[in-house]
Structure formats: C-alpha cells, structure tokens
C-alpha cells in the first residue's frame, strides 16, 4: 500500500518505497508520487542520460531524508514502468497505447539507451503488438522505432486492408507512412502467391525424404493405390495423393488479404488434409502418421511463407 505524506504527497509501492535501502535520489511526479532509486541504474549505459548531467549539475530544490528531490512532469502509473526498465527485474507489463506512448516518448526524452532497448524488447513480446499492431506502428513511425515499426507492421498482415477502420492517432504518420504500409501489406500479398498449388515445390529439395507421402511410383507403395499428382522438387518427380494439392490451395486461398505464415500451420487445415488424406490413403501404415507427416510439410510450408514475406521491405525513413 501507499504510505500518506504531508501536502498530499505519497511514497510509490515497493520496491521504491524504502529510503535506506542504498538509494541515493527521490524522484517526484506530476501526481506527486516518490520514488526512491538509484540514480546509477537510470543512467546505466546511457552516456547521454538527463539523470547522469542533472545530478551531476545539482539542479534539485528540494531535499527528502536527506536526498535530492528531482521533479518530473510523467505520472506515477508511468515513471513506475520506466524504472522497471531500468532495474534488473522482469519487464513490466505496457497495457495499453497510452501507456505505450507515453512510455517511449519519456525514455527519448531522457536520453535512457539501456532502458530503451528495454521497452522495445518489452513491446515486441506484448499482446498489445499483436492486438493493436497499427495503433502500435503509428507511435513507432512518429519516434522513429524501427524495430517496433516493422514488427507491428509484420502483424499488421492479420488484418485485411479494407477493413481498417479510422482513429485519432493516425494523425501522427503522414499520407506517405500511411501509403508505405499499405504497399508493404500489398507486396506481401503477392510475395506469398510463389506457393505453388501444382507441380513445382523446389524449396522441398533436400527435405523430401522424411515426408512419406512423397513417392516416386505412380502407385502407392502403402494403399496400392493411383496417385495423380507429380511434383517437380529436384530429381526425380514425386507423386502424390491429391490431398496435398488441396491443401496448398486451401492455403493460398486463406493467404489472400491475410499473408501469414501461420495460416499453414491452421488446426483445420491441417485436420481437412488428414481426413482427405486418409480417405485416399486407407492402410494401416498412413492412418497413425497421417497428422504428424501433414504437420511436419505445413511446417516446411509456414517456413517457406516466411521466407517470401521476409524479402518484401517496408519503405519508412525512420531517422528522427
């Protein structure tokens, strides 16, 4: 709990809330909130930190148990997170956009390099990339987040183009920012269209002999089987059963507006190919390994979609 000071002013909950506890700086935000820190921690790896040249200037007024005070116009809810990423603990949790933003403009304006690699470690590993990625994209465009922007902009393909919707914020990017996503998600849409639904797979060259269902005889070695597909992966042709060419037609289908490489790995596409499969392959030797072997070619598959969508850049400047 928060411990009541005089004029209004609270201690931060742990583990800034201990004055002996080999700290040498009280920092004070806007909504009057103290913390106790370490003055060493904020400026670590950072030669350029506001924290290294303030105290070092002695630019406080106030002293608190004998420690400068050291006022800051962020809130508690924020400079709470910023130390966080300043101290060895586990990274906090960034909530939302407001958060986000606020967050990262703060640790610019600080000049913390440490922490800042922090938060973007922290941001890429948040659902909020994943639920948000265009809300995300524009923050990481306007404070020139490289590696933010391209990951929220790589999730930003779960979302079909035509239905994004308006909101306030887009206004930090430019109508050439806003254009240059949209080209990106329409150059990986094409990329993607490179996974052949017939006759020719030669990214599965080298990798075709732990897939079983590859053969080179028109007839299946497990059901006796016809199998009309050929595939062209290298030397010789492989044939098939015709489950293999639906699914990657299912795949391509599902790719369109949507160019990821999970929509390979999908449980139902996965689970429509096995029971195709076994209806074309009935034998005892298929049946048991039908949904390993279709997940193991997904696999190859998903690897292959990220390998085309990898090749498309995103035209950002991001220098600010």
Request: aromatic share 10%; with cysteine; hydrophobic share 45%.
């Amino acid at each position: 709990m928060e411990t009541a000071q005089p004029c209004d002013i609270i201690t931060a909950d742990a583990p800034f809330d201990d004055p002996t506890d080999s700290i040498d700086l009280v920092i004070r935000t806007a909504d009057n909130i103290d913390f106790f820190v370490l003055s060493g921690l904020l400026s670590l790896k950072s030669p350029s930190s506001f924290f290294r040249y303030v105290l070092q200037a002695n630019q406080h007024t106030e002293e608190k148990d004998g420690l400068p005070v050291l006022e800051v116009k962020e809130d508690g809810d924020t400079f709470r997170i910023i130390l966080l990423l300043c101290y060895p603990y586990a990274s906090p949790e960034i909530k939302s956009i407001k958060q986000l933003a606020e967050v990262g403009t703060a640790l610019k304006k600080y000049c913390m390099d440490n922490a800042l690699e922090r938060f973007v470690q922290t941001v890429l590993a948040s659902s909020l990339i994943r639920e948000q990625p265009m809300q995300v994209f524009v923050h990481a465009v306007a404070n020139g987040w490289r590696i933010v922007g391209e990951a929220a902009a790589r999730h930003k393909l779960a979302i079909p183009l035509d239905t994004e919707a308006p909101f306030e914020d887009l206004k930090l990017i430019d109508a050439f920012q806003y254009a240059s996503l949209r080209e990106y998600h329409r150059l990986c849409n094409i990329a993607v269209q490179g996974i052949p639904i017939a006759s020719i797979m030669p990214w599965l060259e080298g990798k075709e002999s732990a897939l079983f269902f590859l053969q080179t005889r028109p007839a299946c070695r497990m059901c006796g089987n016809y199998l009309p597909q050929s595939w062209h992966i290298g030397e010789p042709i492989f044939m098939t059963h015709s489950w293999l060419g639906e699914y990657l037609a299912a795949v391509k289908g599902d790719l369109s507006g949507r160019p990821l490489p999970e929509i390979a790995l999908g449980e139902n596409i996965i689970a429509r190919a096995a029971v195709k499969s076994i209806s074309e392959c009935n034998s005892a030797q298929w049946a048991p390994v039908a949904g390993s072997q279709i997940f193991q070619f997904a696999r190859l598959v998903a690897e292959e979609i990220e390998r085309l969508i990898a090749q498309v850049t995103l035209n950002i400047d991001w220098t600010k």
